[in-house]
C-alpha cells in the first residue's frame, strides 16, 4: 500500500491519536503480509519525535516490536503452508517443483541474510519471513537474525525521520526512502536473473 493510496495526513492523524501502538501496528501487519504501509508509519512517528509528539525511544521500540512480531507471524505461515502453496502458483507459471526446490535450496543457504538485509528491500521486507518458514530455516536462528534486522531497520528509519525529518519535507523524506528501497529491489532481481542465466547454461554446458 503506497502513500498515494492512504494519505500521509491520514497515517499523520493515526499516528498521532494512537502514537506507538498505531506504529507497532502498522510495522506488525505489514510485515505479516498484509498491504499496510509500515515504514511510512514508522517514518510518520520518527518524524513526530523529531517534533517532540512522541519519543525517540518509544517510536524504536514499538517499530522494532513489530517487526520482529510481524516476521515471526510469516515464518510460521510459511513453514505451516507456504510450500503447497508456492507449488501450485508455481505450476500457474510452468515451473517445475525441481526448480522451485533448487530456489529453495539457493535461499536456504543466504536465508541469513535474506531476513537480517531483506527489510530494506521493497518486497523482499514482506515475503522474507515465509520464505525463511518455507526454506526450513530454523526457528531459533529465524528469530535471532529476525530480531537483529528489525532492530537495525528500525534504528535506520526512525533517526533519519527523526533528524532529516527536520530538515527536509516529510514527503520528500518518504520518496527517497521508496525510491532506495525499489532500487534495491531491482539489484536483488539483477542477481538473481544472473543465478538463473548462470544455471541454465552450465546445465546446457554438461547436456
Request: glycine content about 14%; some cysteine; proline content about 3%.
Given at each position: 500500500?503506497?502513500?498515494?493510496?492512504?494519505?500521509?495526513?491520514?497515517?499523520?492523524?493515526?499516528?498521532?491519536?494512537?502514537?506507538?501502538?498505531?506504529?507497532?501496528?502498522?510495522?506488525m501487519l505489514e510485515n505479516?503480509?498484509?498491504?499496510?504501509?509500515?515504514?511510512?508509519?514508522t517514518l510518520v512517528g520518527?518524524?513526530?519525535?523529531?517534533?517532540?509528539?512522541?519519543?525517540?525511544?518509544?517510536?524504536?521500540?514499538?517499530?522494532?516490536?513489530?517487526?520482529?512480531?510481524?516476521?515471526?507471524?510469516?515464518?510460521?505461515?510459511?513453514?505451516?503452508?507456504?510450500?503447497?502453496?508456492?507449488?501450485?502458483?508455481?505450476?500457474?507459471?510452468?515451473?517445475?517443483?525441481?526448480?522451485?526446490?533448487?530456489?529453495?535450496?539457493?535461499?536456504?543457504?543466504?536465508?541469513?541474510?535474506?531476513?537480517?538485509?531483506?527489510?530494506?528491500?521493497?518486497?523482499?521486507?514482506?515475503?522474507?519471513?515465509?520464505?525463511?518458514?518455507?526454506?526450513?530455516?530454523?526457528?531459533?536462528?529465524?528469530?535471532?537474525?529476525?530480531?537483529?534486522?528489525?532492530?537495525?531497520?528500525?534504528?535506520?528509519?526512525?533517526?533519519?525521520?527523526?533528524?532529516?525529518?527536520?530538515?527536509?519535507?516529510?514527503?520528500?523524506?518518504?520518496?527517497?526512502?521508496?525510491?532506495?528501497?525499489?532500487?534495491?529491489?531491482?539489484?536483488?532481481?539483477?542477481?538473481?536473473?544472473?543465478?538463473?542465466?548462470?544455471?541454465?547454461?552450465?546445465?546446457?554446458?554438461?547436456?
Amino acid at each position: 500500500m503506497s502513500v498515494e493510496v492512504v494519505s500521509l495526513e491520514f497515517l499523520q492523524r493515526i499516528a498521532e491519536e494512537y502514537g506507538y501502538g498505531a506504529v507497532c501496528l502498522g510495522v506488525m501487519l505489514e510485515n505479516t503480509g498484509l498491504p499496510i504501509p509500515g515504514e511510512t508509519i514508522t517514518l510518520v512517528g520518527g518524524f513526530l519525535a523529531g517534533n517532540g509528539d512522541l519519543a525517540y525511544e518509544g517510536v524504536l521500540a514499538s517499530a522494532t516490536a513489530g517487526a520482529i512480531a510481524g516476521d515471526s507471524a510469516g515464518y510460521w505461515l510459511g513453514k505451516s503452508g507456504g510450500w503447497p502453496l508456492l507449488l501450485r502458483i508455481g505450476g500457474w507459471f510452468k515451473i517445475s517443483e525441481e526448480q522451485l526446490t533448487r530456489a529453495k535450496d539457493k535461499f536456504s543457504s543466504n536465508a541469513a541474510q535474506a531476513v537480517f538485509l531483506g527489510r530494506f528491500v521493497t518486497l523482499l521486507r514482506v515475503f522474507a519471513g515465509p520464505l525463511a518458514g518455507i526454506a526450513g530455516m530454523p526457528y531459533p536462528r529465524f528469530l535471532f537474525f529476525n530480531a537483529a534486522g528489525a532492530a537495525l531497520w528500525a534504528t535506520v528509519m526512525v533517526t533519519l525521520a527523526f533528524f532529516v525529518g527536520r530538515l527536509v519535507p516529510l514527503e520528500q523524506l518518504l520518496t527517497w526512502v521508496s525510491q532506495f528501497g525499489i532500487a534495491a529491489l531491482g539489484l536483488v532481481v539483477v542477481v538473481v536473473l544472473f543465478w538463473v542465466l548462470d544455471h541454465r547454461l552450465k546445465q546446457s554446458q554438461g547436456a
